[in-house]
T-cell receptor
Framework: NAGVTQTPKFRVLKTGQSMTLLCAQD?????MYWYRQDPGMGLRLIHY???????AKGEVPDGYNVSRLKKQNFLLGLESAAPSQTSVYFC??????????????FGPGTRLTVL | AQSVAQPEDQVNVAEGNPLTVKCTYS??????LFWYVQYPNRGLQFLLK??????LVKGSYGFEAEFNKSQTSFHLKKPSALVSDSALYFC??????????FGPGTRLSVLP
């Protein structure tokens, strides 16, 4: 049971390039989340998914797109990377359908630098 | 809208001494409160949560937190700090039907 995994662990992009971050969970969790972590700002929710085939915007969705084609995977895409998207990205998942109370399980993070 | 404040960027404590990491929140309605810990180069790990019931909540690794509704606080405490407790601690709040909002984090350093 690997829990929540993220690919890649590190990435450097040039401004304007695109990339996709992959999050996978093997716990059969319903909900999945993408956050970004910036110094002094804690974690901010980018997008989330309440089940296969569904996604919703979080607090800071601009410049990102997501897809949840399979229950176990949640992809985060950057179509045209900007230096402001330099951050550490975390994926999380929860077992139940109560996103306000359920414990979130986090992946190890992806450190992205946009030059 | 809900928000969380962690008034201290950094907390230093000697090993064996009690530690407190502070958290205050703002939310309309009944809050749900959480503490997570992040070790270097790792994702966040759940420590404890308050949903309802007893105001004193006990969690992993000997940590506990007390929900104080009148002071809108949920401070994290441990009676005797260990060097291995050194990490980044995040408080989070939510309310019914809403996503989490995380605080900015407090870095705890336990000195040997």
């Amino acid at each position: 049971n690997a829990g929540v995994t993220q690919t890649p662990k590190f990435r450097v992009l040039k401004t304007g390039q695109s990339m996709t971050l992959l999050c996978a969970q093997d716990m059969n969790h319903e909900y999945m989340y993408w956050y970004r972590q910036d110094p002094g700002m804690g974690l901010r929710l980018i997008h989330y998914s309440v089940g296969e085939g569904t996604t919703a915007k979080g607090e800071v969705p601009d410049g990102y797109n997501v897809s949840r084609l399979k229950k176990q995977n949640f992809l985060l895409g950057l179509e045209s990377a900007a230096p402001s998207q330099t951050s550490v990205y975390f994926c999380a998942s929860t077992i139940s359908r109560d996103r306000s109370t359920d414990t979130q399980y986090f992946g190890p993070g992806t450190r992205l630098t946009v030059l | 809208a809900q928000s969380v404040a962690q008034p201290e960027d950094q907390v230093n404590v000697a090993e064996g001494n009690p530690l407190t990491v502070k958290c205050t929140y703002s939310v309309s309605g009944n809050p749900y409160l959480f503490w997570y810990v992040q070790y270097p180069n790792r994702g966040l790990q759940f420590l404890l949560k308050y949903i309802t019931g007893d105001n004193l909540v006990k969690g992993s690794y000997g940590f506990e937190a007390e929900f104080n509704k009148s002071q809108t606080s949920f401070h994290l405490k441990k009676p005797s700090a260990l060097v291995s407790d050194s990490a980044l601690y995040f408080c989070a709040v939510s309310r019914r039907g809403q996503n989490f909002v995380f605080g900015p984090g407090t870095r705890l350093s336990v000195l040997p």
